[in-house]
Nanobody, 126 residues
Framework: QVQLVESGGGLVQPGGSLRLSCAASGFTLDYYAMGWFRQAPGKEREFVAGISVNGGSTDYADSVKGRFTISRDDANNTVFLQMNSLKPEDTAVYSC???????????????????WGQGTQVTVSS
């Protein structure tokens, strides 16, 4: 059974850090481009960060550039999102997604992704 499971979310104060993990089972991440998306209450799902299938390319939403870092550990079938200098506006449910790609690029459109995790809540508040 194909499954993505996120972990690492929680409550953090502004300026703090969290590291989200996305563990895959039932398939091998080596062949997939990966992305992180988030959705806040009453808002559309938005792209946060993405990494190409070979890890050679990454891309970020302007709102998180310089603060978030996406990485992948294919040996352990896991993708990470390191989030630093968190702001209240980063509060959302964060989901990871996997896309079987046809090129070595980052995919930013959620409709392109094949598999999704359930999400993990990140709340940034004092």
């Amino acid at each position: 059974q194909v499954q993505l499971v996120e972990s690492g979310g929680g409550l953090v104060q502004p300026g703090g850090s969290l590291r989200l993990s996305c563990a895959a089972s039932g398939f091998t991440l080596d062949y997939y481009a990966m992305g992180w998306f988030r959705q806040a209450p009453g808002k559309e799902r938005e792209f946060v960060a993405g990494i190409s299938v070979n890890g050679g390319s990454t891309d970020y939403a302007d709102s998180v550039k310089g603060r978030f870092t996406i990485s992948r550990d294919d040996a352990n079938n896991t993708v990470f999102l390191q989030m630093n200098s968190l702001k209240p506006e980063d509060t959302a449910v964060y989901s990871c997604a996997a896309e079987l790609p046809y090129s070595y690029r980052v995919y930013k459109n959620p409709n392109e992704y094949d598999h999704w995790g359930q999400g993990t809540q990140v709340t940034v508040s004092s």
